[in-house]
Structure formats: C-alpha cells, structure tokens
C-alpha cells in the first residue's frame, strides 16, 4: 500500500514536499512514479525514479522546479516542488510498476497505486 501526505494550498512561486511511505512490499527493489490529476483532465506522470535512486526523470513542464527522492530505510518516496505554478494544481499519486522505471501517465499500468493528496497552488 501506498500513503501521500504533505499536500495543501500555496501561493504561486512557493513550495511543497509531498511523501509517500509504503507498506506490505519491497520498496527497495522498486522503481516509483508521482503521478499527477487535474481537475476534468487525465493523469499524467511526472517525476520517476529508479529503485536505488541513481536514475530520475521528469516531465518537461516540471524539469528544474521538482525533484524527486526517496529514503529507501524509511520505505519513503519523496517530491520536493518548488516555484509552484497554477498549473501544478492537482492531486498527486505515487505508484509503482515494478523494477524497472515507469513513465507512464496510463494508472492501468501500475501494479500500487496510493490515495493521492490535493496539491492547490492559487493566490
């Protein structure tokens, strides 16, 4: 199971770090997704990282403003967002496909899928 926190209601140019701590699977062994949902629109990925957290990528509309970690001892992803736009508005995922790094906006695709946390950016 996957558990986000760490969202809530900014103002634009400001900052958030959402977590994610997963139960009942090896997350050490698994690559992980932040996946993002705005209002009347479809998901769409945005940041990934490899299993050991060497290897990242990121969406281009967030390249340079997001980045994503995770403490693999503590079973936590994190995604530190930071000159937040209206547009990032949304709720937020983490999910997971396995091993290998999915970047897939398709949630069908990920085999753990969390409960999300409400992301406003809005003056």
């Known amino acids: 199971q996957l558990a986000e926190s760490g969202g809530g209601l900014v103002q634009p140019g400001g900052s958030l770090r959402l977590s994610c701590t997963a139960s009942?699977?090896?997350?050490?062994?698994?690559?992980m997704t932040w996946v993002r949902q705005a209002p009347g629109k479809g998901p769409e990925w945005v940041a990934a990282?490899?299993?050991?957290?060497?290897?990242?990528s990121y969406r281009d509309s967030v390249r340079g403003r997001f980045a994503i970690s995770r403490d693999n001892a503590k079973n936590t992803l994190y995604l530190q967002m930071n000159s937040l736009k209206p547009e990032d508005t949304a709720v937020y995922y983490c999910a997971s496909g396995g091993r290998i790094i999915l970047k897939s906006s398709v949630r069908s695709e990920y085999t753990y899928w969390g409960q999300g946390t409400q992301v406003t950016v809005s003056s």
């Open positions: 990282i490899s299993s050991s957290g060497l290897t990242t």
């Open positions: 009942e699977f090896t997350f050490s062994i698994m690559s």
